[in-house]
């Protein structure tokens, strides 16, 4: 890359690198994840991005959500991918490959996937207002955005939540994402398909970008490709879909991130004037059922629960500790899980110690550092557990992330993703990333 930046030394040089970043990704109404790699708007990438350009560019930030919501579809669901018009050949699965196209219920003027993502759009809002400069001009937007995202909650707790349990499923790996974690393996174990006749034939576009043993292997990408088939062939819609449908996974991560924004909305709803009774009552249910479901005793963490398959999925992965980000832990679990972070699971030993945190546990028998979800250091989670920390007064340890995070990024750049171990040390995916970049312009604004 002709543009590649000389190694940032001082935290002024770091931010004015993560703006060229942002800079650089900007395609109007959006900002792009990645250069190459990722052509169009992703979902929660785009709350993460609002986040980097609310200190010096506001409508900028605002803008990211506009966009991200055009998409939204007449059921709530907001989508994975927004595409871009202009860039519609160059990622797989593309906006055609979904068949979205026409659907009663999607949006006329915008081309989606048809799949949703982590609800991050209620705390981001929070923190965009906080730094709006002018709250009574940005008045009209936060009320606009505060019906969308309600919206959007309502979705998950009404179609993604057919029992009223407080968890939402998510239908597809790419749903969490953290499309490749070892957890998801688990899960396939009991899906039997057929990947001569069961998947249709297409071409990966990522291996283009990002050399192979940094991206996820072609098993993986049958089992993504073998559930949008299921998924469009029914139109993404008919109620009997998800009666025999193979992949419906409660996530502990997913349904934290919603309950924290629950949280979130609910402040934004009292400063518009709403009624936030429902709000209340969802952020409540949900830290309940994450501790009633989805603990897991003897690993003192929060694991996933297969909805088919009626059961846990017990991997230890980062995403086990999110739900410190909603408050669901009592003070036990959390001192349970702040030791996980500190044992070597986490933190590595003296003679082979890890920068925090690894995506999936150093010892999971699926654990790589390399491969991207399998083990790599990722700045979104290593951002929201550092807020999380703080919530259960643990500043030492929240500001060990932030100085991990901020380490990994002064050494080797905006990465994707970094390999967790520190003598190894290095950035993997693609170079410039924006929520890398976007992440690094928060912290240091604090
Ligand atoms: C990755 O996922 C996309 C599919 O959604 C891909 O690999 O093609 C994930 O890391 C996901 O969490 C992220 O939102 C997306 C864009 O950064 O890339």
């Not at 250069?35 to 986040?51: E, K, M, R, T, V």
């Not at 993703?417 to 950035?427: D, F, L, R």
Request: overall charge neutral; charged content about 25%.
């Amino acid at each position: 890359m002709n543009d590649r930046f000389s190694e940032p030394k001082t935290e002024t040089d770091l931010l004015k690198e993560a703006r060229r970043v942002l800079q650089h990704n900007l395609l109007g109404a959006f900002t792009k994840p990645a250069p190459s790699l990722y052509p169009h708007q992703w979902n929660w990438d785009a709350g993460f991005i609002a986040l980097g350009w609310a200190p010096t560019n506001f409508k900028q930030a605002c803008s990211e959500m506009t966009a991200l919501f055009r998409g939204q579809w007449s059921n709530g669901m907001v989508p994975q991918i927004v595409f871009s018009v202009k860039n519609s050949g160059k990622y797989f699965p593309g906006y055609r490959f979904w068949e979205t196209q026409g659907l009663p219920g999607k949006p006329r003027n915008a081309r989606t996937s048809g799949l949703t993502m982590p609800a991050v759009h209620g705390f981001v809002l929070q923190r965009l207002l906080e730094q709006a400069p002018d709250v009574r001009e940005a008045r009209p937007f936060f009320r606009r955005m505060y019906d969308r995202v309600l919206l959007l909650h309502d979705y998950l707790y009404t179609l993604r939540d057919p029992h009223g349990e407080g968890l939402a499923f998510i239908c597809h790996p790419w749903e969490s994402g953290m499309d490749n974690l070892p957890t998801w393996e688990t899960v396939f174990e009991t899906i039997h398909f057929d990947p001569e006749k069961d998947v249709p034939a297409y071409e990966r576009m990522d291996l283009q970008h990002v050399d192979a043993p940094f991206r996820p292997r072609k098993e993986s990408y049958d089992r993504y490709i073998y559930l949008v088939n299921i998924l469009r062939k029914s139109h993404y819609k008919k109620p009997e879909l998800w009666n025999d449908y193979p992949f419906k996974v409660q996530e502990p991560m997913f349904n934290a991130i919603l309950s924290h924004s629950n949280e979130a909305m609910m402040e934004l709803g009292k400063w518009l004037g709403k009624d936030t009774g429902q709000l209340r009552e969802w952020h409540e249910q949900t830290n309940k059922a994450i501790n009633d479901k989805l603990w897991d005793e003897q690993r003192g963490v929060y694991v996933s629960f297969d909805l088919v398959q009626q059961r846990q999925v017990p991997v230890v992965t980062a995403a086990g500790l999110i739900p410190l980000l909603s408050g669901a832990p009592d003070q036990v679990r959390a001192e349970r899980l702040t030791a996980l972070l500190q044992n070597p699971k986490f933190s590595g030993t003296a003679e082979n110690p890890a920068w925090l945190c690894a995506s999936t546990a150093l010892d999971d028998p699926g654990f790589d550092p390399f491969r991207y979800w399998r083990g790599p250091v990722w700045i979104n989670m290593n951002w929201m557990m550092y807020h999380a920390l703080l919530r259960y007064n643990q500043p030492a340890l929240a500001a060990r992330l932030r100085d991990d995070s901020l380490e990994l990024v002064r050494r080797h750049g905006f990465w994707e993703y970094y390999n967790p171990w520190k003598k190894q040390s290095g950035g993997c995916g693609t170079d410039q990333f924006s929520w890398t970049a976007a992440l690094v312009i928060d912290w240091l604004r604090q």
